[in-house]
T-cell receptor
């Protein structure tokens, strides 16, 4: 399968700061990247879908000004959690999709803790 | 909006017993995918089903897609301890809640 990396793997920050998470597809060009958040022992909640070179499509209830997504190239997407608060603490996972198949390849995830 | 329901939430079996998890959608799906997430890990793609009534097998795993393309199941025959993890279905990008499988040796 394809390899997807995420950086950082974990981050602890103070309330009010912004945190940027990178998602990279290492061995293929991902036309579409997805961002999820997962609370402990719960399922993955799709936050947004991003296509290279265009604005991200956010799911209902996800604030686009709060969670900024940039998909600058076919191998890199970033998620910035702006003015993070303790309720934003979660596990954020990205996934990448190949163009001709809907299979998703997941990154290892980033655990965000906001104090 | 579209909902994907998955049951059961938990399943504990004795090694060698069979296991099944079910997914149901409120709307017709274009495809359904199954993923496995080991404790502490990230979801790993298992399979995708796209055709009505489709059945696919991977060794001891059997995947089915309903005729109406609204439900799906994953069946594991003779579970092993390596099968431990949470199994998620995803219908058109919407994930079910997952079924956490534990296996007693």
């Amino acid at each position: 399968g394809a390899v997807v990396s995420q950086h950082p793997s974990w981050v602890i920050c103070k309330s009010g700061t912004s945190v940027k998470i990178e998602c990279r597809s290492l061995d293929f060009q991902a036309t579409t990247m997805f961002w999820y958040r997962q609370f402990p022992k719960q399922s993955l909640m799709l936050m947004a879908t991003s296509n290279e070179g265009s604005k991200a499509t956010y799911e209902q209830g996800v604030e686009k000004d709060k969670f900024l997504i940039n998909h600058a190239s076919l191998t890199l997407s970033t998620l910035t959690v702006t003015s993070a608060h303790p309720e934003d603490s979660s596990f954020y996972i990205c996934s990448c999709g190949k163009s001709s198949y809907n299979e998703q390849f997941f990154g290892p995830g980033t655990r965000l803790t906001v104090l | 909006g579209q909902q994907v329901m998955q049951i059961p939430q938990y399943q504990h079996v004795q090694e060698g017993e069979d296991f099944t998890t079910y997914c149901n959608s409120s709307t017709t799906l274009s495809n359904i995918q199954w993923y496995k997430q080991r404790p502490g890990g990230h979801p790993v793609f298992l399979i995708q089903l796209v055709k009505s009534g489709e059945v696919k097998k991977q060794k001891r795993l059997t995947f089915q897609f309903g005729e109406a393309k609204k439900n799906s199941s994953l069946h594991i025959t003779a579970t092993q301890t390596t099968d431990v993890g949470t199994y998620f279905c995803a219908g058109d990008m919407r994930f079910g809640a997952g079924t956490r499988l534990t296996v007693k040796p």
